[in-house]
């Protein structure tokens, strides 16, 4: 329990940059650097970035081999992202290492591969208001948090989510345009853990606010890979007398 | 409810063509042929095949617009189905097509695709007996059913499955060689719902036992798509004052 | 297909016998009358009532063994109702009758029976707009009906709302006042299927609203109980040699 | 995550008391010795024990009140069980304290509060084998467990096992006379976690095997309780203005 689980934050990291976005004044280090701020306070993580515009997208062989939990935040370019590179997610995935998806990675090729549906939803730009209501307050996930927290300002995400029913559902959002939204999913794929957490508009400072943070932290501790046992596959000799 | 349900069973059909294969002999005119023999004589169904070496797979847009639910039985070709027509499939699942998906059809391309996972498993060719257990005696898919019923000639499939947590578990599977499998499992994807049975081996007649047959027939009525809403997707206007 | 359910709406009956209850205006024949009016127009259906002043709660034996599908509301009598019939439906319920609990039945003796939870929720009387939204499309009971549909005026209830999980999760409340809501939910217990339906205050017309109907009519059939196996229990003789 | 978790194994300790039953050779000290003897080593676990025959079951206010985990193995006497203890047990879960049923323990009154079904199954004392398979290797519960794991003589338990389908499905077994069971089963309940596992005859060394003390241990910190959020039931002021 005692060991050190080794984080890696993926943004896309494309929107900070640009000069005219507001996000470039919302997280001018870009979004991982908020969220990394936050988990290299914890004495059992360790905690690496990893960005689009790397090579191989900064997830070469050495650092997935090297990462316990992922986390995945794309927009604008999911389609950039080489295939190859999402094979070996995959892989890395069912293989027992965590993900994490944040907001707009709902499109992502890696979220879509692993849930096989088109993940789409509505949504609106209106900076409206978001409470998120915890759900299931018997999971780990919802450790150190309140009834419920909101987020002034927010993009809105509406259902229907086209997503599989969530092995576990711990978050429901209420907003104030009408909508309601499942944000705080679980699923069990292969030996991994997948944690989808909906929070995150690159335009507001969501990646500051004191519960979101704790919750990643949370997701991170619930998907690291444990000692579990691999699975035997393919042409298999009888255990019993035939 | 009394609408009739329109099924295409898709086949393969390659062993059963081969004249040194077992297959030839238990199913000289296929599978789906034996299958469709069953499903015919159900007032509420109406029965076409298809198989892989048709033009388009004989998954024409025609006659998937004419489909209400599909069987699938592959083994050694599934690399042989286009990816395109793999697609169109997925699209139609997700918009309320029932799918069930047979045996080896386990790693087909379009049942991986909806999982999102490797659907591994260990086998065994040995012709051993397999004992059918109903898990859920709640389930439509039950219904007519015995608490159990046996194959006596089977080829092992055994777990791990490499799948997603089933939406419902009906059946459990006791190998005479010791292993055990979830036989029979559903899943809700999209508007579509989608059913994956084990039994069926090419060089058994599974195909021709009443229960089989019998749990085929009840999955085609789970499955038939519903007048339920079509969810609307993208940019959203508020429903309340913002 | 085509054999008639027999339904038994119960009603605790009591607010819309006092002259100065606003029910009494609003159901001077009951809600189950009002359910019944919608019920009766199906030609699938055979419907019958019973109340809680009723001898026995109008639930004997006889009226038992001849009920499919029991739908049940009671709010302030819960207590009154005797644990003998609790028992005896609760057994019902196991050996495959349906079972729709609506609205305040939430702390019906019955529905903590078979949740093993405290059913517990927030609640506020406030005469709010509430919109159901359809979470999950595949399901029967979202036959006919909109994407969301809106109640001008309701009670509120929100989360945490004390229950297991449920098996499927169809819809999701939003209230005006800002809170949410699992407002459709299924669960299998033995060999029967239980839905609990949130909408139905007293004061306000809710069981005249189409949508609410649709859903309770579209329950119905969903729980109505089938030919599925009857499980064996107790000390078993083996199937293999030892 | 440093801190000591307080477990309290609880016993009905009646068939190892008397002279001439198998289980007084096997297990003189009782099978919660016998656990205790495994946990005891563990340095996040602090362990007591408690007995039917003891007053109030053992279960005291004050030993519930220092209890995170409770195992429960009970068998001939689960009527002797008060009531009024078996409340506690039940608001204590529900509050987040840890449940670990173990075999018999399926017909203790706890458990089928809980459950809200008859929890009943089929059994045989034969001293058959059993093999377990692991089915979720994602689960905390599974680590640094093989594969499957055997017992040499084991009692058999045999689907239908009328639960509610489990949260998570961990075990099944597959038993040498024809019968396969879900051997580990999770449920949340309120703010709490239970895992029903199957193996523990008392006349076998069931509770000295280490695949199965691994199991009792993974599960104790799987269900132990966490800081997460109270649930506010009740009267509820608006969050927003209506």
Chains 1, 2, 3, 4 share one sequence.
Not at 56 to 80: K, R
Not at 193 to 209: C, L, M, T
Not at 216 to 227: D, G, K, Q, Y
Request: proline share 7%.
């Amino acid at each position: 329990m005692s060991r050190v689980i080794r984080v890696t934050l993926w943004n896309e990291f494309r929107h900070e940059r640009k000069a005219d976005h507001p996000a470039s004044k919302v997280y001018p280090e870009g979004m991982h650097s908020a969220i990394a701020a936050h988990l290299q306070k914890q004495p059992d993580m360790k905690v690496r970035t990893a960005t689009l515009d790397e090579p191989e997208h900064g997830l070469t062989d050495a650092v997935l081999a090297e990462t316990d939990v992922l986390t995945w935040w794309g927009h604008m370019a999911h389609n950039e992202v080489s295939d190859e590179i999402v094979d070996k997610v995959h892989k890395k995935v069912l293989d027992g290492m965590g993900l994490i998806v944040l907001h707009s990675g709902h499109f992502s090729k890696i979220f879509r591969r692993l849930m096989g549906t088109t993940c789409d939803l509505k949504w609106r730009e209106a900076g409206e208001k978001e409470r998120l209501w915890v759900i299931d307050p018997s999971h780990p996930i919802t450790e150190g948090l309140p009834e419920y927290f909101e987020l002034p300002q927010a993009e809105m995400y509406g259902e229907r989510f086209d997503i599989p029913q969530p092995d576990e559902l711990l978050f429901i959002s209420w907003f104030q345009g009408g909508e309601v939204f499942r944000s705080g999913c679980c699923w069990h794929r292969g030996r991994g853990r997948v944690f989808y957490f909906r929070p995150g508009h690159e335009s507001y400072p969501i990646y500051k606010d004191a519960n979101v943070l704790k919750v990643i932290e949370n997701a991170v501790r619930w998907a690291a890979p444990l000692n579990t046992p691999a699975p035997v596959f393919g042409n298999y000799q009888p255990l019993e007398k035939l």
